[in-house]
């Protein structure tokens, strides 16, 4: 079985500042794919950032990138410059396709940005 | 393109009567999850539909149950409702042949049972 943990339940940091969050997931499959989504208050998720775990170089998305260590089984996302908008639960989520796509998601870390 | 949409975003009910969520996709995905979300527990996977037939299930007992008809749009049932079963209900769906596996979720059902 596979499984996500995402270690910080909260986070917070100062406007334009950067930030880290940590997940790391167990799995025995050598393909798949790792997500970052984010789920801003009161509104639907999103998703931040996407990794094959078959590409060595590290997903990055505007001030969003990720650092993935396949041998740690680590996938942690860093925000540069924070802004007040990243202001949301951040879920990391493991993927494997196996009848179709099946997810399993960490249970987030609530990352505040303060002005 | 619309999004997917939940119905009814809130709904509050007791111990021992069931509830009815919908879900329409966004259109031309054909795969629909769905998800419990709860604080603490982060997302627990429910089900998931493909062409109206459930291809996965997540470790929930016989009390959720799911469909998805003809048209994409999908429901999930609980009987015999308890007091845990409070949680955000949260669809997904994806254009299931691509191999990119991107979820687009809904706003949720925010079960509350009394």
């Known amino acids: 079985a596979q499984t996500v943990t995402q270690s910080q339940p909260e986070m917070s940091v100062q406007e334009a500042e950067t930030v880290t969050l940590s997940c790391t997931y167990d799995t025995s499959e050598n393909n798949y794919y790792l997500f970052w989504y984010k789920q801003p208050p009161s509104r639907q998720m999103i998703l931040v950032i996407r990794q094959e775990a078959y590409k060595q170089q590290n997903a990055t998305e505007n001030r969003f990138s990720v650092n993935f260590q396949k041998a740690a089984k680590s996938f942690s996302l860093k925000i540069s410059d924070s802004q007040l908008g990243d202001t949301a639960m951040y879920f990391c989520?493991?993927?494997?396709?196996?009848?179709?796509?099946?997810?399993?998601f960490g249970t987030g870390t609530s990352l505040t940005v303060i002005p | 393109k619309a999004g997917v949409t939940q119905t009814p975003r809130y709904l509050i009910k007791t111990r021992g009567q069931q509830v009815t969520l919908s879900c329409s996709p966004i259109s031309g995905h054909r795969s629909v999850s769905w998800y419990q979300q709860t604080p603490g527990q982060g997302l627990q996977f429910l089900f998931e539909y493909f062409s109206e037939t459930q291809r996965n299930k997540g470790n929930f007992p016989g009390r959720f149950s799911g469909r998805q008809f003809s048209n994409s749009r999908s429901e999930m049932n609980v009987s015999t409702l308890e007091l845990g079963d409070s949680a955000l209900y949260l669809c997904?769906?994806?254009?299931?042949?691509?191999?990119?596996?991107?979820?687009?979720f809904g706003e949720g059902s925010r079960l509350t049972v009394l």
């Open positions: 989520a493991f993927m494997k396709q196996e009848k179709g796509n099946q997810f399993y």
């Open positions: 997904a769906s994806s254009f299931a042949q691509s191999n990119t596996g991107e979820l687009f």
